[in-house]
């Protein structure tokens, strides 16, 4: 089975601080990636896809990028809003889908 | 703008079948561009994909979940529904109901609050 995972797995961080986060895979999965954002109670909300494309509404702080088998997803400044949790999920041409473990950002 | 609402009962028994409906508000079922799915959360652990429709009636399936799934489209309710039967423990979640988007590949571009279903007797 391919292996998804998500580094760090939580990060305790400031408001201003710029988060990265990383999304690997065992083996080759796919050349595109979504990213979603979950907080307790509210809809989970789609970030990213197609690896780097920002879905509407979504302020430019975020940002997508690949490098080789690494997709990456950055938080240029935190804001208060934004301490969640973070899941990459693989980006295939059939509706089936599968997610990382997720990445929990708290508050320093 | 597009909005899911799950609705159910909270509570279900070992054995039984949870039963689970979506409702649409905002936009029609009938997209050709669009998949519907549902997705869960267990307590403290990460998400995992349970399947998707199309208006047509088309599904997917999470293989591991197959033989106790199935999902449905009334399109003239504006709605998609999910029962799994034989239910337990393990099953207990948050479950989330979301439309499935295209670009280049799939994706869940709106999703619904989610609603936690306790299997328990």
């Known amino acids: 089975d391919i292996q998804l995972t998500q580094s760090p797995s939580f990060q305790s961080a400031s408001i201003g601080d710029r988060v990265t986060i990383t999304c690997r895979a065992s083996q080759g999965i796919s050349d595109s990636l979504a990213w979603y954002q979950l907080k307790p109670g509210k809809a989970p909300r789609l970030l990213i896809y197609d690896t780097s494309t920002l879905q509407s509404g979504i302020p430019s702080r975020f940002s997508g990028s690949e490098s080789g088998t690494e997709f990456t997803l950055t938080i240029s400044s935190l804001q208060p809003e934004d301490f969640a949790t973070y899941y990459c999920q693989p980006l295939y041409g059939y509706p089936q889908f599968t997610f990382g473990p997720g990445t929990k950002i708290d508050i320093k | 703008q597009l909005q899911l609402q799950e609705s159910g009962p909270g509570l279900v028994k070992p054995s039984e079948t949870l039963s689970l409906t979506c409702t649409v508000s905002?936009?029609?079922?009938?997209?050709?561009?669009?998949?519907w799915g549902w997705i869960r959360q267990p307590p403290g652990k990460g998400l995992e994909w349970i399947g998707s429709v199309y208006y047509s009636g088309s599904t997917y399936y999470n293989p591991s979940l197959q033989s106790r799934v199935t999902i449905a489209v009334d399109t003239s309710k504006n709605q998609f529904s999910l029962r799994m039967n034989s239910v337990t423990a393990a099953d207990t979640a948050v479950y989330y109901c979301?439309?499935?988007?295209?670009?280049?590949?799939?994706?869940?571009?709106?999703w619904g609050q989610g609603t936690l279903v306790t299997v328990s007797s």
């Open positions: 979301a439309r499935v988007a295209y670009s280049t590949r799939y994706y869940l571009d709106y």
């Open positions: 905002g936009g029609s079922i009938r997209s050709s561009s669009h998949f």
